[in-house]
């Protein structure tokens, strides 16, 4: 039950990443507004996930995984019916409130049902299969159902897997609760188990929100508006309140003592990171497949399949090492992998064929593969057994902020660039400057996308060449931003693991 609840919560992710070129032409959407249909889904997650955790600690896991399917169901159903881009906005946000509940107490159900670390990762490891499996079959779902209906029914198979889900969870799932609170409650408070944190909740999610709405923003305007000033000051009063609110709390959401363990820490920073760069990256090479080498979503689908398709086929292997090879060893020689795969993907040009992408791609899956699962074993391993589902509550909220900012940032950069170099590359087209200034102002105004919209007579061949050699500088920049940020996550671990001991390790 625990890997279909994380299937569900994944399902959406590439699926609806691959499909933003057909949500951008039926409802005449934005680059920002692209950015918020896929950041409206991961923003709940982020924001609200460990909140989740508690409500399971407090309430019982199979109530919040249960809930987690229902709102998963529902807001497919609302996007389903979306009839404009903020209708659409909605259902990723409900479906998002879903995931939350589902990520943490699915590994707070394993947790329960299998205490001894060492037996635990491998059900972790079919925990991470699943996931990169839900990520896996997203694309291809789409692109079949793109070729025979409209985009709105990509949402339609989450309805029953879910509604499913939850009746079987109703008959064969056990339910639990924390066995204890934080390390700093009282006997009593212990006994009690915890307790819901509502000062740290409301700070941890505006954070997280001020911070993606104001690089969202930022991205598709100017960074010095007041409005993004305004978000990204909120965003960091938050973070700080969010740590005092913490440090104070006697039953806290995330206890700030659990990153006294470097093999926790590291695992956090990791999680974070390497979300950013990977859902980053999905979002941006969906754009390239759809907008520069003009492909439809089955055909863009099964190109990001290699990625997923890859990591999975060295999750088992990895799974199998870990009893053998140091988690530092697997997590850092991975992002080692991934960080080459992108810089690698930075020579990809318009008409780069499917063989010459495909080994990238699968080399960036092997190496996501070597990290997943030793990522959230190392985390849920080294703290006490009472703390588990705190420590996987968190991994996973740091692995959706992450998330979250990754077609932010990335989309942020991936604008900002390509705006930047596209008069040049109309101008190396030759087209005048009177046929250049309307394709510039209605990619400013209305994102890239609108250039193909636009009737430009003799000029739309030159003109659609050089908006796919200015996003493919935009592209390039976001890779390397990416692979930086990936090689900064291979240095934090190399320098913070160490090889979990089980309880010893905690604070």
Same mark, same amino acid.
């Given at each position: 039950?625990?890997?279909?609840?994380?299937?569900?919560?994944?399902?959406?992710?590439?699926?609806?990443?691959?499909?933003?070129?057909?949500?951008?032409?039926?409802?005449?959407?934005?680059?920002?507004?692209?950015?918020?249909?896929?950041?409206?889904?991961?923003?709940?997650?982020?924001?609200?996930?460990?909140?989740?955790?508690?409500?399971?600690?407090?309430?019982?896991?199979?109530?919040?995984?249960?809930?987690?399917?229902?709102?998963?169901?529902?807001?497919?159903?609302?996007?389903?019916?979306?009839?404009?881009?903020?209708?659409?906005?909605?259902?990723?946000?409900?479906?998002?409130?879903?995931?939350?509940?589902?990520?943490?107490?699915?590994?707070?159900?394993?947790?329960?049902?299998?205490?001894?670390?060492?037996?635990?990762?491998?059900?972790?490891?079919?925990?991470?299969?699943?996931?990169?499996?839900?990520?896996?079959?997203?694309?291809?779902?789409?692109?079949?159902?793109?070729?025979?209906?409209?985009?709105?029914?990509?949402? /339609?198979?989450?309805?029953?897997?879910?509604?499913?889900?939850?009746?079987?969870?109703?008959?064969?799932?056990?339910?639990?609760?924390?066995?204890?609170?934080?390390?700093?409650?009282?006997?009593?408070?212990?006994?009690?188990?915890?307790?819901?944190?509502?000062?740290?909740?409301?700070?941890?999610? /505006?954070?997280?929100?001020?911070?993606?709405?104001?690089?969202?923003?930022?991205?598709?305007?100017?960074? #010095?508006?007041?409005?993004?000033?305004?978000?990204?000051?909120?965003?960091?009063?938050?973070?700080?309140?969010?740590?005092?609110?913490?440090?104070?709390?006697?039953?806290?959401?995330?206890?700030?003592?659990?990153?006294?363990?470097?093999?926790? #820490?590291? #695992?956090?920073?990791?999680?974070?990171?390497?979300? /950013?760069?990977?859902?980053?990256?999905?979002?941006?090479?969906?754009?390239?497949?759809?907008?520069?080498?003009?492909?439809?979503?089955?055909?863009?689908?099964?190109?990001?399949? #290699?990625?997923?398709?890859?990591?999975?086929?060295?999750?088992?292997?990895?799974?199998? /090492?870990?009893?053998?090879?140091?988690?530092?060893?697997?997590?850092?020689?991975?992002?080692?992998?991934?960080?080459?795969? !992108?810089?690698?993907?930075?020579?990809?040009?318009?008409?780069?064929?499917?063989?010459?992408?495909?080994?990238?791609?699968?080399? !960036?899956?092997?190496?996501?593969?070597?990290?997943?699962?030793?990522?959230?074993?190392?985390?849920?391993?080294?703290?006490?057994?009472?703390?588990?589902?705190?420590?996987?509550?968190?991994?996973?909220?740091?692995?959706?902020?992450?998330?979250?900012?990754?077609?932010?940032?990335?989309?942020?950069?991936?604008?900002?660039?390509?705006?930047?170099?596209?008069?040049?590359?109309?101008?190396?087209?030759?087209?005048?400057?009177?046929?250049?200034?309307?394709?510039?102002?209605?990619?400013?105004?209305?994102?890239?996308?609108?250039?193909?919209?636009?009737?430009?007579?003799?000029?739309?061949?030159?003109?659609?060449?050089?908006?796919?050699?200015?996003?493919?500088?935009?592209?390039?920049?976001?890779?390397?931003?990416?692979?930086?940020?990936?090689?900064?996550?291979?240095?934090?671990?190399?320098?913070?693991?160490?090889?979990?001991?089980?309880?010893?390790?905690?604070?």
């Amino acid at each position: 039950m625990a890997c279909l609840g994380v299937f569900v919560a994944y399902l959406p992710i590439t699926t609806v990443a691959v499909s933003l070129p057909a949500v951008q032409q039926a409802l005449d959407a934005t680059t920002a507004q692209l950015s918020w249909v896929q950041d409206a889904f991961v923003l709940p997650m982020a924001a609200l996930i460990l909140t989740a955790g508690v409500f399971g600690d407090v309430h019982g896991r199979k109530k919040v995984f249960q809930a987690g399917l229902a709102c998963c169901a529902l807001g497919a159903g609302i996007a389903l019916s979306a009839q404009s881009v903020e209708v659409l906005w909605i259902g990723q946000a409900v479906s998002g409130l879903g995931a939350a509940a589902l990520l943490p107490t699915t590994l707070a159900l394993i947790s329960h049902a299998v205490p001894d670390h060492r037996e635990r990762g491998k059900f972790i490891g079919l925990w991470a299969t699943s996931l990169m499996a839900a990520l896996a079959v997203g694309p291809l779902m789409a692109g079949v159902i793109l070729d025979h209906a409209d985009w709105r029914w990509i949402y /339609l198979p989450t309805i029953p897997v879910s509604l499913i889900a939850a009746a079987f969870a109703a008959r064969l799932l056990g339910d639990s609760r924390a066995p204890w609170g934080s390390p700093r409650s009282s006997e009593a408070e212990r006994g009690g188990g915890r307790r819901l944190d509502w000062p740290g909740q409301i700070t941890a999610a /505006l954070a997280v929100t001020a911070a993606v709405y104001g690089v969202i923003e930022g991205g598709a305007g100017s960074f #010095t508006d007041v409005k993004v000033m305004v978000a990204l000051f909120t965003a960091a009063a938050s973070a700080v309140a969010f740590v005092l609110a913490e440090r104070r709390s006697d039953s806290p959401m995330l206890d700030l003592t659990l990153f006294r363990s470097p093999a926790f #820490t590291a #695992t956090a920073l990791v999680a974070m990171i390497s979300f /950013l760069g990977l859902i980053g990256f999905f979002f941006v090479l969906s754009l390239y497949f759809g907008m520069v080498q003009q492909l439809d979503t089955l055909q863009a689908g099964f190109r990001l399949l #290699t990625v997923t398709a890859a990591a999975i086929l060295a999750g088992a292997p990895v799974g199998r /090492l870990m009893h053998k090879v140091s988690a530092r060893v697997l997590i850092t020689g991975g992002l080692l992998v991934v960080a080459a795969s !992108l810089l690698s993907l930075t020579t990809l040009d318009a008409d780069t064929s499917f063989a010459s992408v495909a080994w990238r791609l699968a080399l !960036l899956g092997l190496g996501m593969g070597a990290v997943m699962t030793p990522m959230t074993a190392t985390a849920v391993a080294s703290v006490p057994y009472q703390l588990a589902g705190m420590a996987a509550a968190g991994n996973n909220a740091f692995r959706q902020v992450g998330g979250a900012l990754g077609p932010a940032v990335l989309g942020a950069l991936l604008t900002t660039r390509a705006l930047h170099t596209l008069p040049g590359h109309l101008a190396d087209a030759g087209l005048t400057e009177a046929a250049r200034q309307p394709i510039v102002a209605a990619a400013k105004e209305d994102g890239l996308g609108a250039v193909a919209q636009l009737s430009l007579g003799p000029d739309t061949g030159r003109a659609l060449a050089a908006l796919g050699e200015s996003f493919l500088d935009g592209m390039r920049l976001c890779l390397l931003t990416a692979a930086a940020l990936t090689l900064l996550a291979a240095a934090c671990s190399a320098v913070l693991l160490r090889r979990p001991r089980g309880a010893t390790t905690a604070p």
